[in-house]
């Protein structure tokens, strides 16, 4: 039996850095999506484990420190015997690693999803994503997988239910930022929370919402890779309605009003940088029904 998923990119739509925990850790309100295009996650049984990265972005990802292994070895601990037997994973590296879409957090849930399924472990959603905050603070709100709002460190979710479908230019120029690096470099630590959220679905509302807001992380990134301001430049004079860094970076996204808006700049863009990471996918919308985090 092979079980096979998507582990999407994940965006912050805007992402507000509010305060700073003891730990160091930061502590942020963001509205977080996540998109059709992704990488592709498989699991079998197999007489020995075995990992297997192909894609795009495949280079240096086959070493023991993969969140995808770290997964895998976590749930064993977690479940000593149901967990045993031994499976082959395969990866397709679609999205760029340390760029800020979440690519290795939502490895990491998809291969807590499939292996659990695989091995028939019943778990309460509220627990695998406690196990997966183990893996780092992005791993509960890609177990969710929906349209959410995120907050303390990025842990405790809560159903986004009004975010349409949209379309989106994902670009990252190829180079590579640690989050950690971002976070120090951020001057100020303390800013005003998100603005009162939309309360309907759709994109109009939407935008102006999220002109109201930021990603905070973004000033701290752009001094590390000042490439960052190109590529905003780029989406913005092509015509993105709003051109905003994701994450710690350094991908950035532009939102269009249609995909053929989004199409069109990706092959202008492609065609002007041929080696950078250009994909036009859309964000999954709210479905309506509550499920709960
Ligand atoms: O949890 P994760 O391993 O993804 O985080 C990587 C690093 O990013 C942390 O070690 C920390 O330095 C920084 N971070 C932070 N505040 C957050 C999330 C991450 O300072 N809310």
Request: net charge neutral; hydrophobic share 45%; with cysteine.
């Amino acid at each position: 039996m092979k079980l096979e998923n998507t582990a999407p990119a994940k965006i912050n739509l805007a992402l507000h850095v509010i305060g700073r925990r003891a730990d160091g850790y930061h502590l942020l309100e963001s509205l977080v999506a996540f998109t059709a295009f992704g990488d592709r996650l498989s699991v079998r049984p197999s007489d020995r484990d075995h990992f297997e990265v192909t894609g795009p972005f495949r280079d240096g990802l086959e070493g023991g420190a993969n969140l995808v292994l770290k997964a895998r070895d976590i749930l064993r601990l977690h479940f000593g015997a149901q967990a045993k037997s031994p499976v082959a994973i395969t990866l397709e590296k679609n999205l760029p690693v340390a760029a800020g879409i979440g690519g290795g957090s939502s490895d990491a849930a998809a291969v807590l999803k499939l292996l659990t399924r695989l091995w028939e472990i019943q778990v309460p959603p509220k627990e695998l994503a406690q196990i997966g905050l183990m893996l780092g603070a992005d791993v509960p709100m890609c177990l969710y997988g929906r349209p959410l709002i995120a907050r303390g460190i990025g842990e405790m979710l809560e159903p986004f239910p009004a975010l349409p479908r949209l379309p989106i230019l994902l670009v990252n120029a190829g180079l590579p930022l640690a989050t950690p690096k971002v976070f120090s470099a951020l001057i100020k630590r303390e800013h005003a929370p998100l603005p009162a959220l939309p309360s309907k679905s759709d994109p109009a509302e939407l935008l102006e919402w999220m002109r109201l807001t930021r990603n905070d992380l973004e000033p701290a990134a752009l001094s590390l890779v000042p490439e960052i301001g190109s590529v905003l430049g780029l989406l913005r004079a092509e015509g993105a309605l709003i051109a905003r860094m994701s994450g710690s970076g350094a991908t950035c996204f532009g939102i269009f009003e249609h995909q053929e808006a989004a199409e069109r700049t990706r092959q202008a863009i492609a065609q002007k940088h041929p080696y950078w990471f250009v994909c036009a996918t859309e964000t999954s919308a709210s479905t309506g029904e509550l499920v709960h985090v």
